[in-house]
């Protein structure tokens, strides 16, 4: 097997445990999003420490560090806060293309805070997925119903923020376990004086539903960086949007969920953008190797 298809392998593979994932969340019934995603870093705080320590990565942030990894990880964690809740008030293939939005925001910001510049095309492409984005939230005159689309689609800016720092940090040298054990830890830390004052009961079933969210969320993070090795993310990272394909399918599997007809439009078009800038995009790396 190519590196190149190991990549598309791992990063499919990826999408399958983050779609797992948000069913998980589903699943554990109505605990408070906060709950949910407390358990679900401390899961993935222990196993990137556990990379951390098998790799003798020191645990100490690296110098002048401290700022980006706290923006990344504020806006991760109301990322996942975000996201949790549209997982748990709208159908799960719906919260799953909103949050996939996060890399047309990651788009926005590297102009807005790296100041990249950004070529028309992609610009195009970034307003067609916000139309797109429309057909899911349908805003309207009931607000209320629209409501949980609309934090669904904060989730994904807040994605999109935190994976522009996540470059940002790499960029500086900063290895991808501590970025990911940070934000963890940080997650974990914000969100325990909640648990601690407003703690809801669980039975022993969701306890263990939700240790399957974070042991699946680490599953995906793992895999997605893994993949990232093995091919760079202009040849790859169009096949993270296999995850509509598996949300849409355990969504049925396990709630009898079907997207209506608008929904669907909306996919297309976000995912037709998503394949218009991926092609752009390896159109221009390749265009000096053939001049």
Same mark, same amino acid.
């Given at each position: 097997?190519?590196?190149? @298809? *190991?990549?598309?392998?791992?990063?499919?593979?990826?999408?399958?445990?983050?779609?797992?994932? =948000?069913?998980?969340?589903?699943?554990?019934?109505?605990?408070?999003?906060?709950? *949910? !995603?407390?358990?679900? =870093?401390?899961?993935?705080?222990?196993?990137?420490?556990?990379?951390?320590?098998? @790799?003798?990565?020191?645990?100490?942030?690296?110098?002048?560090?401290?700022?980006?990894?706290?923006?990344?990880?504020?806006?991760?964690?109301?990322?996942?806060?975000?996201?949790?809740? %549209?997982?748990?008030?709208?159908? $799960?293939?719906?919260?799953?293309?909103? @949050? *996939?939005?996060?890399?047309? /925001?990651?788009?926005?910001?590297?102009?807005?805070?790296?100041?990249?510049? $950004?070529?028309?095309?992609?610009?195009?492409? $970034?307003?067609?997925?916000?139309?797109?984005?429309?057909?899911?939230?349908?805003?309207?005159?009931?607000?209320?119903? !629209?409501?949980?689309?609309?934090?669904?689609?904060?989730?994904?800016?807040? %994605?999109?923020?935190?994976?522009?720092?996540?470059?940002?940090?790499?960029? =500086?040298?900063?290895?991808?376990?501590?970025?990911?054990?940070? /934000?963890?830890?940080? !997650?974990?830390?914000?969100?325990?004086?909640?648990?601690?004052?407003?703690?809801?009961?669980?039975?022993?079933?969701?306890?263990?539903?939700?240790?399957?969210?974070?042991?699946?969320?680490?599953?995906?993070?793992?895999?997605? +960086?893994?993949?990232? +090795?093995?091919?760079? %993310?202009?040849?790859?990272?169009?096949?993270?949007?296999?995850?509509?394909?598996?949300? +849409?399918?355990?969504?049925?599997?396990?709630?009898?969920?079907?997207?209506?007809?608008?929904?669907?439009?909306?996919?297309?078009?976000?995912?037709?953008?998503?394949? %218009?800038?991926?092609?752009? =995009? @390896?159109?221009?790396?390749?265009?000096?190797? +053939?001049?």
């Amino acid at each position: 097997m190519s590196q190149k @298809n *190991k990549g598309i392998l791992l990063i499919i593979l990826s999408a399958f445990f983050f779609a797992l994932m =948000n069913i998980m969340v589903r699943l554990s019934g109505d605990l408070p999003s906060i709950e *949910k !995603s407390f358990f679900r =870093n401390f899961v993935a705080m222990f196993f990137a420490l556990f990379t951390l320590c098998k @790799n003798r990565v020191p645990l100490s942030v690296p110098k002048g560090q401290l700022k980006p990894l706290l923006i990344r990880s504020i806006c991760g964690t109301l990322g996942i806060l975000c996201n949790f809740y %549209a997982v748990d008030h709208l159908m $799960v293939a719906d919260a799953s293309i909103l @949050n *996939k939005l996060s890399p047309f /925001f990651a788009i926005l910001f590297s102009f807005l805070l790296l100041h990249e510049k $950004v070529h028309p095309f992609a610009a195009g492409c $970034v307003f067609t997925a916000f139309i797109g984005s429309l057909f899911v939230i349908r805003p309207g005159i009931d607000f209320m119903a !629209s409501f949980p689309a609309f934090i669904g689609l904060l989730g994904g800016l807040g %994605a999109g923020i935190a994976y522009t720092y996540v470059r940002i940090l790499g960029q =500086n040298g900063v290895k991808g376990p501590f970025i990911v054990f940070f /934000f963890s830890a940080f !997650s974990c830390l914000v969100t325990l004086p909640f648990l601690l004052f407003h703690f809801q009961p669980m039975s022993l079933k969701q306890f263990g539903i939700l240790l399957l969210a974070g042991l699946f969320a680490s599953g995906g993070q793992f895999t997605i +960086t893994a993949a990232y +090795t093995y091919a760079p %993310a202009r040849e790859i990272s169009i096949y993270d949007y296999s995850q509509i394909i598996f949300s +849409t399918i355990l969504g049925f599997l396990f709630f009898g969920q079907i997207p209506d007809r608008l929904s669907f439009v909306g996919y297309g078009i976000i995912i037709l953008a998503s394949i %218009a800038i991926f092609l752009f =995009n @390896n159109r221009k790396k390749e265009a000096p190797h +053939t001049a």
